[in-house]
Every structure is written in structure tokens, then in C-alpha cells.
């Protein structure tokens, strides 16, 4: 490797290990000592310390006696981000008590032009899933999440009239006019089940979430491995999942007497 090679892969290893002291904030341990914070990045101590330091320094963390904190510096850098967090908030224990209820991966989505993106999720106790996070980006053409967009979201269309609509398995629409009919249902049952379009092993089935507006915040639902969940089971898990999407549209303000 050239000094020039050398200088390029510094940086990336840095900011790897700036994750790794990240990764160990979280809601249950906000505060950890400097020592919980080496145990936890597997780091040598000298190292972990003197990239403690550095990240105090900088604004990623904050120092109060031996323990740390998310440094108000990144929080400031975050803001922008976090515009919708509080629909999370309101949103997730009704993931939880879905994903209880069913037994499967329940997932709350949002729309950035064609694609959805999962904001929210409550993964299902079963050893045989799909995993489902908190980022994962999926297109809105393949999948139940995306009728729903579809149905409930003119923007939804303009965006997807511009995108591919790449062929994933054998069930993946890839055409307008299947996406239209595909639409056309979602709107009459209120929400849609889709079986292997994105992998073929995998389904699920969404219903649409309404703010206090009565605008589409966003589609909620349910994902599982097809060999747990088949069409046989959408006439019981439909509603249900239509059900807890409505409590989240009323958790959001929505007042589904005027709807």
C-alpha cells in the first residue's frame, strides 16, 4: 500500500471506531463510564480514552464526572433528522403490541420519492424472520407497504412514473397498469397483502396511517417469511393489521369520524 492509500483508509478507520463508541448509547444505558465504553468497543483502553477525549472535545460527547453522554454538538447536527421522531414515539408501542398480537416482524414505513424506508420496527420473537431495520430501504413497486403509497399518496405515482421497475422475483409488477389494479384493491379493502415481490420467500401485508390532516404520515404493517404466513391468512391478518393502523392514525391526531 502507497502513503497515498494509506492517508485515504486513516480516515475511514477513525470514523469506524468513532461508531463503535457511538454504538453504545442507547435509550436503557444513556450514560456508560469510560470503562463500560472499552469493554463494550472491544478497543484497547488507551485507545478508546484518547478517542473519548477527542470526541468531548469535538461536540460528539459530554463528560459528567466518569460518565458520558450523547454530546449536544451531535444532537445539534442531528436536528435536522429528526423531523418526525415524535410520530415514532407515538407509533411504536402500537408496532409492539402488533407484532404481540401476530407474532410478526411489524414495521413502520415513510416515502422518499420511490422509495419507502422502514422508520420504526418491532421485530417478531420467531428464530425463522426476515430482519426488518430501523433505515432499510426498500422500492415502493415491489411489496405491500407500496400499494399503499400508491393509493393514498398522489406524489407517490409521479415519483414512480420516473423509476425502474426492476423485475425481483417472479411476483414483482412491472408494469403501470398491474401497479394500477394493484392500487385499486389496497383502497377498497384499506389495506394489501403481497406475497414473494421482493424476495420470493417473503410477504406482507400494510394499511395507511393519517396525521391530524388527514394526509397519509405513512404506512404500517406486517412482514414475515411466506412459509409462516400464506393467503390463506390474510382474511384474519388484514384487519388486524388495518385495526392498529387506524389506532396509530388516532394516535397521530386523526379523527376517523370525518375521514
Not at 413497486?141 to 425481483?168: M, V
Request: glycine residues 8%; hydrophobic residues 40%; charged residues 20%.
Amino acid at each position: 500500500m502507497d502513503a497515498k492509500q494509506g492517508s485515504a483508509a486513516a480516515p475511514i478507520l477513525v470514523l469506524h471506531k468513532v461508531a463503535q463508541v457511538l454504538d453504545c448509547f442507547s435509550v436503557e444505558e444513556p450514560e456508560p463510564t469510560l470503562q463500560q465504553l472499552i469493554r463494550k468497543t472491544g478497543l484497547p483502553s488507551s485507545t478508546c480514552q484518547r478517542l473519548v477525549q477527542n470526541m468531548v472535545r469535538e461536540g460528539f460527547l459530554d463528560r459528567d464526572g466518569d460518565r458520558y453522554r450523547i454530546g449536544i454538538g451531535l444532537v445539534r447536527w442531528a436536528t435536522p433528522g429528526t423531523v418526525g421522531l415524535d410520530v415514532v414515539r407515538l407509533i411504536k408501542p402500537i408496532l409492539q403490541e402488533l407484532r404481540d398480537e401476530t407474532g410478526e416482524s411489524a414495521c413502520f414505513y415513510t416515502r422518499d420519492g420511490a422509495f419507502r424506508t422502514v422508520v420504526a420496527v418491532a421485530q417478531t420473537r420467531h428464530v425463522v424472520m426476515r430482519p426488518f431495520m430501523v433505515g432499510q430501504v426498500m422500492p415502493i413497486h415491489a411489496g405491500a407497504p407500496g400499494k399503499i403509497f400508491l393509493a393514498y399518496d398522489p406524489e407517490a405515482w409521479q415519483a414512480l412514473e420516473q423509476a425502474p421497475l426492476t423485475k425481483f422475483a417472479p411476483a414483482t409488477p412491472d408494469s403501470l397498469e398491474l401497479l394500477q389494479q394493484q392500487t385499486a384493491a389496497a383502497r377498497e379493502q384499506g389495506f394489501y397483502a403481497a406475497f414473494g415481490e421482493r424476495h420470493a420467500d417473503v410477504g406482507s401485508i400494510s394499511a395507511p396511517v393519517f396525521d391530524h390532516a388527514g394526509d397519509l404520515a405513512g404506512v404500517l404493517g406486517l412482514g414475515f417469511p411466506t412459509q409462516r404466513v400464506g393467503p390463506d391468512d390474510v382474511p384474519r391478518l388484514g384487519p388486524v393489521v388495518r385495526r392498529a393502523a387506524t389506532r396509530a392514525s388516532q394516535a397521530l391526531g386523526h379523527d376517523i369520524a370525518q375521514a
